[in-house]
């Protein structure tokens, strides 16, 4: 599945061949900087177009939720319906995979923002997980698959987005994450080789009380990664997450206030909807940094 918004002089496309060499140098900063649901600030989440612009833009990964349709297999969509972002009252569980593929979920983008609005959006569907796969193939950046869906269906999505991340040579580049903590232990059963990170919301701590349990809990589940809501992130945290052999990732944080913090807690990438603002703000900051020490 190639997209109008391929740019074939972008560094996504499979023509160029600076994108590895630009990617190993950016690898080098931090924090990381990755695309929530794709550039989603600018088009609509989830779309091929967020995923472009936040390629084209620079971001150092992108993220993005999947869950599975009717027919079991797993397509790129966040909500359980299709009410907020088609107006339709269906469960994507309700329909197959090909029948998503045909839902519009970009013309309420334009709808709701018609200053960024773009006629081409129109035309974003929901795309099957292998699609996306396949438009991604050339991709060298981060890819962050979020799992979605009923405690009862996380199982059989784990292991379909596995059989399917098995078969792409992004595996390297993958890391698979959700809320459902067996999820990420079944994935890891599944592939041991794929990268996971275990999420957590705010209200994590009316469960466990006390934020050193969130180790414990990512543990468990064998998960290389925390995910945790930017409210939840402190230095002394992101520290015993380290000292524990764990990298931090906080999510979703638009203010760019966020990169000078993520640096002095030492975050490892924030998850944001405007990634172009967030890595201007780290090229002023090294910029800064430049001067200072040169």
């Not at 981060?142 to 992004?170: D, F, H």
């Not at 414990?216 to 990664?225: G, K, P, Q, S, T």
Request: hydrophobic share 45%.
């Amino acid at each position: 599945m190639r997209s109008k918004f391929l740019n074939p002089n972008s560094h996504f496309s499979p023509l160029t061949s600076h994108f590895s060499l630009k990617l190993m140098q950016v690898k080098e900063i931090r924090p990381l900087i990755i695309a929530h649901r794709g550039a989603s600030a600018f088009a609509p989440e989830n779309t091929c177009a967020a995923f472009q612009k936040a390629i084209d833009d620079g971001a150092d990964g992108i993220e993005f939720d999947v869950r599975l349709a009717r027919d079991g297999v797993p397509v790129v969509f966040h909500d359980s319906t299709l009410q907020r972002l088609a107006k339709i009252k269906n469960r994507v569980s309700d329909l197959t995979a090909e029948e998503l593929n045909a839902v519009d979920v970009g013309g309420w983008f334009n709808r709701a923002f018609p200053r960024k609005a773009d006629a081409q959006f129109a035309a974003e569907t929901i795309p099957p997980l292998a699609k996306l796969f396949d438009f991604l193939r050339d991709y060298k950046g981060l890819i962050y698959v979020e799992l979605k869906g009923k405690e009862s269906a996380m199982p059989a999505l784990a292991a379909a987005v596995c059989a399917l991340i098995q078969q792409t040579r992004l595996l390297p580049n993958i890391i698979v994450k959700s809320f459902d903590l067996e999820a990420i232990k079944i994935a890891k059963q599944t592939l041991p080789e794929v990268k996971t990170a275990a999420l957590f919301e705010p209200k994590i701590l009316t469960i466990l009380r006390k934020k050193k349990l969130i180790l414990d809990e990512a543990r468990r589940c064998h998960a290389d990664e925390i995910s945790l809501h930017y409210s939840l992130a402190t230095k002394k945290f992101v520290r015993q997450a380290r000292e524990n052999n764990f990298s931090t990732v906080i999510w979703t944080a638009d203010n760019p206030l966020w990169v000078k913090r993520a640096l002095d807690y030492e975050i490892s990438a924030i998850i944001t909807n405007n990634p172009a603002r967030l890595l201007a703000e780290r090229g002023k900051l090294a910029k800064s940094e430049q001067k200072t020490t040169g």
